[in-house]
């Protein structure tokens, strides 16, 4: 079965610093996808990024940073700079291409969730 | 584009009475799926919709729960009768298609407590 776990509850910064928040999965499948998402206190889960499991390129996308190694199943996620519009509960998700039995397409597996505080 | 829209935004009731929650996917999204996020969790799928068919309630407690995608479109999940434990908010989310490739748009959610 598959599992993401998130490590950190919360995490409290400061303006300008940067932070890392990790993620670590488990999964029998050998394709699949991970995902970050970003939910405000709106409530609305907002897609940051997807990552194939054979891509281990890391990325960079203006202040958010992933590194995806494989070798550790981690899919860590940074902001560079932090800012207090940054403050939300970040969720690590993954989604097996087969479906963990061939049932079920897209199903996302979230993680706990990391509560990230920015404070100015 | 206009999201996925869900209704209502919040719902307070008692144990054992019964709810509804309503939504409308992204125009043109064959494939629905809704989650249930207990407070300081991750969500969790409950049942999953392609076109009008359900492709995985595995996880939806179907002694109180149900869910239906008439037509194709738009959704209702309904609990009945509630107990304190579904309170939660409960996520729609909508996709093109249910490949584990893409991405999932997400409602707002419903917000629901039960005293």
């Known amino acids: 079965a598959q599992k993401v776990t998130q490590a950190q509850t919360e995490i409290s910064v400061v303006e300008k610093e940067d932070v890392t928040l990790d993620c670590v999965y488990e999964?029998?499948?050998?394709?699949?996808?991970l995902f970050w998402y970003k939910q405000p206190p709106s409530g609305e889960l907002v897609f940051l990024i997807r990552?194939?499991?054979?891509?281990?390129q890391n990325e960079i996308s203006g202040r958010y940073s992933w590194n995806f190694q494989k070798s550790t199943s981690s899919f860590n996620f940074t902001i560079t700079a932090s800012q207090v519009v940054d403050s939300a509960v970040y969720f690590c998700?993954?989604?097996?291409?087969?479906?963990?039995?061939?049932?079920?397409?897209?199903?996302?597996?979230f993680g706990q969730g990391t509560i990230l505080t920015v404070h100015p | 584009e206009a999201g996925v829209a869900q209704s209502p935004r919040y719902k307070i009731i008692e144990k054992r009475q019964s709810v509804a929650f309503w939504c409308n996917p992204i125009?043109?999204?064959?494939?629905l799926y809704w989650y249930q996020q207990i407070l300081g969790q991750g969500p969790k799928l409950l049942i999953q919709?392609?076109?009008?068919?359900?492709?995985?309630d595995s996880q939806l407690p179907k002694d109180r729960f149900s869910a239906e995608r008439l037509k194709g479109v738009d959704s209702t999940l309904k609990i009945q009768p509630a107990k304190l434990e579904d309170s939660a908010v409960y996520l729609c989310?909508?996709?093109?298609?249910?490949?584990?490739?893409?991405?999932?748009?997400f409602g707002p959610g419903t917000r629901l407590t039960v005293l």
């Open positions: 125009s043109g999204h064959a494939t």
């Open positions: 999964t029998r499948d050998t394709t699949y996808y």
């Open positions: 990552r194939n499991s054979f891509d281990e």
């Open positions: 998700a993954l989604s097996e291409a087969r479906g963990g039995g061939g049932t079920s397409y897209g199903k996302l597996t």
């Open positions: 919709f392609q076109n009008n068919g359900v492709v995985d």
């Open positions: 989310a909508s996709s093109p298609r249910g490949s584990s490739y893409n991405e999932q748009f």
